[in-house]
């Protein structure tokens, strides 16, 4: 039930942004918009690549990149794009984006999602009467603990060695 109010919520936004650039439904973005509940979190363009060469529908890369890009375009998804990693996409179910901040590997790349109440009451308390904040976004960028972990093992094989 959820996930087809969800479908229909992508579904729709994706409508309104054709209708505005006077473009028309393909089976590919239908297909695309079916493919994206297959992935819990974020995901990146080699996932989807594979998700379709393991389904019938036949895709090709380049009618996916464009797709992808028309997708962001109609705020369905979200691109994240860290240093030397590949692209992650993340599908933007909600209107309102939620408030809070990011983890960011610079290493493997991986993101992780926080609320901060305190942080969302300071960035609130900084409205003036020219702008009324409604939602923020932080990226913290650093070293997870799994590659810290990971460089302490090497450098002590290297020290052995
Ligand atoms: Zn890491």
Known sequence: ??????????????????????????????????????????????????????????????????NIHLFESAGILKCHKISSHKASYEVVYSDTPLSGYQEICTICGKIRDFTDPELAKQVQARKSRFFRPEYFAVQIYGICYACLRKRKKEKLNNINQ
Do not use: V
Request: glycine content about 0%.
């Open 1 to 66: 039930m959820a996930k087809n109010n969800n479908r229909s919520i992508l579904s729709e936004r994706l409508q309104k942004y054709m209708q505005s650039k006077s473009m028309r439904n393909t089976p590919e973005r239908e297909a695309l918009l079916d493919a994206l509940h297959k992935f819990k979190r974020r995901f990146t363009i080699d996932d989807l690549e594979k998700h379709f060469a393991e389904s019938n529908f036949k895709l090709s890369r380049a009618t996916l990149y464009n």
